[in-house]
């Protein structure tokens, strides 16, 4: 029997919420919007991308049109790793789990190509076996399915995981 923990990534492995919130802000200013409170841009987080864009936008009274999405998403792309940080300690401890023989996964909803930003930006990427994105299966967390790929590609039938919500 192999075990394997399976981590989810933001708010669980990295406070990614200081380049959300960064790079919203940048979207704002080029809009001549006014800038959101870390509060406010961390309250729409947990729901995709689109999602947080559009709450900005209804934040300050506009409308949001695709083509906002898209330039977040360059923004971000740009500076994934800048402003947050890996949690106090979570790298020492995925470093003794490899050690001890413990197989690790990312298992999020985060888009692969930004999640690969993200892990290495942190500097986390060779700590993982597996990680599985919103967009690696048609389903996403909290169905079941993705994890259980996680699982089958660390070879696991132990599995723990760990996650923020």
């Known amino acids: 029997m192999s075990k394997a923990i399976i981590f989810d990534l933001d708010g669980t492995l990295v406070h990614s919420a200081p380049d959300?919130?960064?790079a919203a802000n940048v979207l704002m200013g080029e809009m001549s919007l006014p800038a959101l409170s870390l509060a406010e841009v961390s309250s729409y987080i947990g729901h995709g991308i689109p999602n947080l864009v559009k709450q900005c936008f209804a934040a300050n009274g506009q409308l949001c049109q695709s083509v906002y999405i898209e330039r977040f998403f360059e923004i971000y792309a740009a500076n994934p790793a800048s402003h947050g940080q890996v949690y106090a300690g979570a790298k020492a401890a995925l470093q003794t789990l490899k050690a001890e023989g413990w197989a690790l996964g990312i298992c999020t909803n985060k888009a692969t190509n930004m999640t690969e930003l993200v892990v290495k930006g942190y500097g986390l990427q060779?700590?993982?076996?597996?990680?599985?994105?919103g967009d690696s299966l048609s389903q996403k967390k909290p169905d079941p399915a993705p994890l259980l790929h996680c699982a089958k590609q660390l070879s696991a039938t132990n599995v723990l995981y760990v996650g923020d919500s």
């Open 126 to 133: 060779s700590l993982f076996g597996a990680v599985i994105c």
């Open 20 to 22: 959300l919130h960064a």
